[in-house]
């Protein structure tokens, strides 16, 4: 009896405090900002009556345009589900995404969760101002955690929005999804010009800029990278900022191993004697005294045969130009030759110049050597600047853009349960009240294009996360 006791008084507590528990869902609502919702809602009418309707226009375009990308990205999805090789996800406009497998769980805390919840908070918030300025009753704001992501929500008199007109229905429903979408437009606009924007502190173009090294990554060590470090080519690539990093490292992925011109005195000087075996790729080694430093490289003769050489890695090619034949070595020296270095298939070695240190040179697979390392293309004019403030401020408003923007694409999908519900039951009501007069007939046609989006939607989500997790 106590303890019933004791729990009624605590959920009779957590009520009055406005939280609301239950399995995998937490929830508080307050009447605190009803009075700032009210003080927005009555700001300026006349020009919150064009922003709406501005917002209402979108929004029926967002409702039908939304339609059109699922159908479009389920149309990609079945293909790549049924071609011989995956296609890139990147080639899709609408994504799902998963924590640790398409989105890195270092960036969830601190990006991705911020930014839904601004998205979130926002869209609510536009839902609330449009209600008090088409003279619904303003009841609450609330916050919410469902299993791990967070949202917000507004409670409005149910009454009051089913007695205004559907045009000043669709004015509040379609106010979420045209927040998110100025949410966007904001992020795009600070995103495009910070370059100019941080000028006076930073300047880019002159190569990517080391902001972090995983430790015990292929890219640690003495003579590996370090913070601060700015990385100007990687082998004959010019890098002059973070997209061409990864420009770079994608085409030598896809290229063959790039040689490197060795003067054949020097060649033979610095030659170990070693023997020769295939491996089980089909690849050969000549280097078998298991020293890390020594690598083997293949090169032709005068006489076109093929030999294999183990020479110091460090030794033979600091310096050294890069070939693909002897006739691009013989250009400048003669007495060269093209030396590529005999390593297993799809692994490289791979030289990246971060001046004034000696180049890295590193081995392996170069997605290993993309991940090992977190850049920047702002270089700080100073040294009391910070290396992350830029790099924090571009991924936030990346994120920003990317989820406010598909809030404002999912909402607007006319599927039980999201606005887009509302703005097609809105829609239908303002525009064929003429044209079908029977009013459950005009529910009947709501009713299977909400049936068909829901299917879209359910099937897009469903089958894009077998896309991500599957493969």
Not at 165 to 191: D, E, K
Not at 445 to 469: E, H, K, Q, Y
Request: hydrophobic share 45%.
């Amino acid at each position: 009896q106590t303890s019933q006791s004791i729990r009624n008084s605590y959920e009779e507590w957590l009520t009055g405090q406005g939280f609301g528990i239950s399995p995998f869902h937490i929830r508080w609502q307050t009447t605190l900002f009803n009075r700032l919702f009210y003080k927005w809602g009555r700001w300026k009418p006349r020009l919150l009556y064009i922003w709406f309707t501005l917002g209402m226009v979108f929004g029926i375009i967002a409702m039908f345009g939304s339609i059109f990308l699922l159908g479009k990205t389920l149309i990609q999805t079945l293909n790549q589900m049924m071609a011989d090789s995956p296609a890139s996800q990147n080639d899709h406009m609408l994504q799902v995404v998963v924590p640790g497998v398409n989105l890195p769980i270092s960036q969830v805390k601190h990006y991705f969760f911020s930014a839904i919840l601004i998205s979130g908070v926002l869209h609510e918030v536009g839902h609330g101002v449009a209600a008090v300025r088409e003279s619904v009753r303003f009841n609450g704001f609330g916050m919410f955690i469902f299993i791990v992501y967070p949202g917000a929500f507004v409670d409005l008199f149910t009454t009051h929005l089913q007695l205004v007109s559907p045009v000043q229905q669709l004015r509040i429903f379609c106010a979420g999804v045209w927040h998110n979408f100025i949410l966007s437009i904001v992020g795009l606009l600070i995103l495009f010009p910070l370059p100019a924007l941080l000028f006076p502190f930073y300047y880019i173009g002159v190569g990517a800029l080391v902001t972090e090294v995983v430790e015990d990554s292929p890219a640690s060590g003495p003579r590996g990278l370090f913070v601060q470090d700015l990385i100007t080519h990687i082998q004959d690539c010019h890098v002059t900022g973070v997209d061409d990093w990864h420009a770079c490292i994608a085409e030598i992925s896809e290229l063959p191993q790039t040689g490197y011109c060795i003067n054949v005195a020097n060649l033979h000087q610095l030659h170990f004697p070693s023997r020769v075996y295939k491996r089980l790729d089909g690849s050969v080694e000549c280097c078998s005294n298991n020293s890390l430093s020594d690598v083997c490289f293949s090169y032709s003769s005068k006489h076109k045969r093929q030999q294999f050489t183990c020479l110091p890695a460090r030794k033979s090619i600091q310096g050294s130009q890069e070939c693909h034949s002897n006739v691009d070595c013989q250009k400048t020296d003669a007495d060269s030759v093209c030396a590529v270095p005999s390593i297993e298939n799809q692994t490289r070695l791979i030289r990246v110049r971060h001046a004034p240190h000696v180049d890295m040179l590193f081995i392996g697979y170069p997605v290993h050597l993309q991940y090992a390392v977190s850049l920047s293309n702002f270089v700080p004019r100073y040294d009391f600047l910070s290396l992350s403030f830029p790099v924090v401020i571009e991924t936030f408003c990346k994120y920003l853009i990317s989820l406010s923007g598909a809030l404002a694409v999912i909402n607007a999908v006319p599927c039980f349960a999201l606005d887009g519900q509302w703005i097609l039951n809105s829609f239908i009501e303002a525009t064929l009240s003429n044209i079908i007069p029977d009013k459950q007939n005009r529910e009947l046609v709501g009713f299977f294009i909400l049936l068909a989006g829901s299917v879209l939607l359910t099937s897009n989500v469903v089958l894009g996360l077998w896309m991500v997790t599957a493969r």
